[in-house]
């Protein structure tokens, strides 16, 4: 993973989410620099000097041209400032959008219809901004939680109303007790845990601070003056949740893979998903590998890096 130093200090870290089109037979996406050590990096490397961040990438397993540049960022300022620069724009340019990002990609409801881009309301006269290039996730507890890496089975659960922080964390805390307590699909009943030793290495937890094309497509796209209306309930909420197949814990993709291909094992899935509705109403699963993405700096500043925040 790119891991660009800082120092280290309390933060607010969110983690962003930028789909993209990667061909099959190129590994990496890369950008157009004069610094070889920045080839993967692109205008990010430009950030380097003011803001922490790290790098990975995203590829899911049933559409592998389906990409994600995946950046955790050690402070939500650092992204905004990121997002006002010059540099955003080209970073985006030379992330091209997959065409096929809403044929792809299974999407499941738990017995509810799936939601497609056909049941989206139909829009006003006037053009809706074009929707966020990026996905912005916070982390929903502070609880200490493993790396989201290598293979992935990622949730979106949709609660159709926006409502105050207390309720939001009700609905969270509803879905958590059966996803984050230790549920396992069937082929992974190898791995053995509980309470917060399964929280921190098996499961992590997510909500959306800005949402991305993604979700309208999968979702709907939500009214205009709904999005433009904070005090407006009629929005929604979407919870996410990452369920980790880690090496340390002696899973495997290839156990991944049998259990994605096991009719039992998505039964298991949709039993669980039956159990918090309501208040969700839809579900989405994907599946992907994710990856460090690799970056030429010095390994005694990474390792003093760690220290330093392993000491906060």
Not at 177 to 186: E, H, L, N
Not at 212 to 235: M, N, S, Y
Not at 254 to 271: I, L, T, V
């Amino acid at each position: 993973m790119a891991r660009i130093k800082q120092t280290a200090k309390r933060f607010r870290k969110v983690t962003t989410w930028t789909r993209f089109h990667l061909p099959r037979e190129q590994e990496w996406p890369t950008f157009p620099v004069a610094d070889p050590a920045h080839v993967h990096l692109g205008p990010l490397a430009d950030m380097e000097a003011e803001a922490g961040f790290s790098v990975s990438l995203g590829r899911m397993v049933d559409d592998p041209e389906q990409a994600a540049y995946i950046i955790q960022w050690w402070q939500l300022s650092d992204l905004q400032k990121f997002q006002a620069s010059p540099a955003c724009a080209e970073f985006l340019r030379n992330l091209p959008e997959n065409d096929n990002l809403q044929a792809s990609a299974e999407s499941t409801s738990s017995g509810l219809r799936s939601l497609t881009i056909e049941d989206a309301p139909s829009s006003s006269s006037s053009s809706p901004p074009a929707p966020s290039r990026f996905l912005t996730l916070e982390e929903f507890t502070r609880i200490p939680s493993a790396e989201v890496q290598g293979r992935v089975t990622l949730n979106a659960f949709l609660v159709p109303r926006k409502g105050d922080g207390p309720t939001r964390r009700a609905w969270y805390e509803s879905v958590r007790a059966v996803f984050g307590g230790g549920f396992q699909p069937r082929g992974s009943e190898f791995i053995r845990g509980h309470g917060l030793w399964w929280e921190r290495y098996m499961t992590t937890w997510f909500s959306a601070l800005e949402e991305d094309g993604w979700v309208d497509r999968k979702f709907g796209k939500l009214e205009e003056q709904t999005a433009q209306d904070p005090e407006d309930d009629r929005g929604r909420t979407v919870i996410y949740e990452f369920h980790l197949w880690p090496r340390s814990c002696g899973a495997t993709p290839e156990h991944e893979e049998a259990s994605a291909a096991d009719p039992q094992a998505r039964e298991s899935w949709k039993e669980a998903v039956a159990k918090v509705m309501p208040p969700v109403t839809a579900w989405v699963q994907e599946r992907w590998d994710i990856r460090k993405v690799p970056y030429f700096e010095d390994d005694e500043d990474e390792e003093e890096l760690e220290q330093e925040l392993d000491e906060d």
